[in-house]
């Protein structure tokens, strides 16, 4: 459906065609009709499905810019997504002439409050600023006619429920609610029978949760390969534009660190990054000055970054609802992406839990030789040079190293400048600087059956995953995409082993092994 069969106002349509969007995505098409009936909505939908303009183009149609009064408000659940959400709802309501301002921890609370006293119609926020700019009055909200929960799911896992029912307490009761969530876990659902009027549904089949333009793999590797696996693996691939997320904030650090050594233009943004160090490092990523985000799950939380490439899971999630959001970062706009989970043997049944909910298997993938690895880093440094050489600004410094050139010409021969030049350009897979990351400690061991401990029908401790390895052995199951040979890469292979050794999780962590460390071979 093409947004002008929305009845949509013309100032809004103005702006959506300026943005260059023609047809509604599935969210936006059965949501707006709803919102603009005034109907309370409860939307199932991943990021990068568009469901700020699912709730954002209603909400500013019904925006009566004569008054003065703030007339909605968006909770969120991190500020990055609170100002993407403001930007994009001015974006829509510019033509229209709506207010709409952000606030959010981190920044100064007097200059919010200071933007909010000269006008705003629609605020967006974070919880707990919401919570404080209210009890120093300075955030009335007599006047809400339309309150948006956006990635309640998310809230909820960071603890955010008491604050959220504080302050929908303070909202009439009379307003209009939308809440969205990728997931919809029980707690959501009760927020819809606490504090909503008989919500419609707008819901994506299970199936869609991730999309099919996602090719999702993984790879069975031990916690100390890691590392050396992920970055031979990015060597090969060369993504455009990757986001690599951690468990932990000294994860982040740590990968980000590591990256760069190995050459990788690498940021790492998490929850003790300054705002405005946060800014620059999403600023950059999205000009295309860096090659690599690494995240932690809450600080990449509604990011809207178009053109990701590859999404690596270097930490698995612990939950499945993350590991929804996460390759919901690549595969957009119709154009396809790659996800690849590295995966602890003792984490397997992690990997059975989350294709429970997104109903598709994970391919199992071989991990990258050193050779295949210097191979592609070699191919890049030829092209690179075969452009530099078509560029007329580059060859026109030549001649500054004539005389020079001209005796190295006469001592050695083209074959051994090639080879030189080349190897200043890619890096000795003898010499690259190991890199060692602090191990983190282990998720709990989930066995395999149904993820939790049971042998329900289907997972791995049923018939019917004895059946799917018996296939595999025949080479007619769904795993004959496996090379034989590949290390470590058959999920079902030695399982009876992995759950003997890990009925328990085992703490293998000493003082001596949380430490950061580069060295260069050789080294002592």
Partial sequence: MKFNELNL??????????????????IQEQTIPLALEGKDVIGQA?????????????TLEKIRIEEATIQALVIAPTRELAVQSQEELFRFGRSKGVKVRSVYGGSSIEKQIKALKSGAHIVVGTPGRLLDLIKRKALKLQDIETLILDEADEM???????????????????????????????AIKRIGVQFMKAPEHVKIAAKELTTELVDQYYIRVKE????????????????????VFGRTKRRVDELTRGLKIRGFRAEGIHGDLDQNKRLRV?????????????????????LDISGVTHVYNYDIPQDPESYVHRIGRT?????????????????????????????????????ASVEESFQSKKQVALKKIERDFADETIRANFEKFG??????????????????????TVQDPDSLPEVEIAREKPLPFKPSGNGFGGKAKGGRGGRRG?????????GNGRRDEFKKGSRGNDRFDKEKRYRKDNKKPRNTLSEKQTGFVIRNKGDK
């Fill in 403 to 424: 005389k020079d050139a001209r005796k190295l010409a006469a001592e050695f021969t083209p074959e051994e400048l090639a080879m030189y030049i080349l190897s200043l």
């Fill in 282 to 302: 999403l600023r950059d990523f999205k000009n295309g000055n860096l090659d690599v985000l690494v995240a932690t799950d809450v600080a990449a939380r509604g």
């Fill in 466 to 474: 004895d059946d799917r390895r018996e296939r595999d052995r025949r």
């Fill in 331 to 367: 595969g957009r706009a119709g154009k396809s992406g790659q996800s690849i989970t590295f995966v602890a043997p003792n984490e397997m049944g992690y990997l059975q839990i989350i294709e429970n909910l997104t109903k598709k298997r994970m391919k199992g993938l071989k991990p």
């Fill in 9 to 26: 106002s013309a100032d809004l349509l103005a702006e959506i065609e300026k943005a260059g969007f023609v047809e509604a995505s599935p």
């Fill in 156 to 186: 909820l896992n960071m603890g955010f429920l008491e604050d959220i029912e504080a302050i929908i307490s303070r909202v009439p009761e009379n307003r209009q609610t939308l809440l969205f969530s990728a997931t919809m876990p029980d």
């Fill in 224 to 243: 100390q390969e890691k590392f050396d696996t992920m970055t031979r693996l990015m060597d090969v691939a060369q993504p455009e534009l990757a986001i």
């Fill in 46 to 58: 991943q990021t990068g499905t568009g469901k700020t303009a699912a709730f954002g183009l209603p």
